[in-house]
């Protein structure tokens, strides 16, 4: 599966913004999905996972109540939608797909997805 992420860009504190990323080459809902980030000079981490089915949701706590992320598998695309946004939110925002199964736990490793789309900058400014 192939994975494009858009919808980033400058945002002033406090506002809102929704990133997406479409799947091609094989369905979305073969994946469990994950939103991660990386601010320069800093690790990738995580921010939001997914279940195949979009029934099941986990946030990193720094995001968690601000950030809620959601499939339409009929149109094959990831959101990331970004409420309330901080200057710590700053970073390159890539989406990712793990081969699992419904059931699986949902995963914050990025070592364990198996795609990954380029990424898109997300700036806040205070």
């Known amino acids: 599966v192939q994975l494009q992420a858009c919808g980033g860009g400058l945002v002033q504190a406090g506002g809102s913004m929704r990133l997406s990323c479409a799947a091609s080459?094989?369905?979305?809902?073969?994946?469990?999905m994950g939103w991660f980030r990386q601010a320069p000079g800093k690790e990738r981490e995580f921010v939001a996972a997914i279940s195949r089915s979009g029934g099941r949701t986990d946030y990193a706590d720094s995001v968690k109540g601000r950030f809620t992320i959601s499939r339409d598998n009929a149109k094959d695309i990831l959101y990331l939608q970004t409420n309330s946004l901080k200057p710590e939110d700053t970073a390159v925002y890539s989406c990712a797909a793990a081969r699992t199964i419904s059931t699986a736990p949902l995963i914050r490793s990025p070592s364990r997805y198996d795609y990954w789309g380029q990424g898109t900058q997300v700036t806040v400014s205070s």
């Open positions: 080459g094989r369905t979305l809902s073969s994946y469990g």
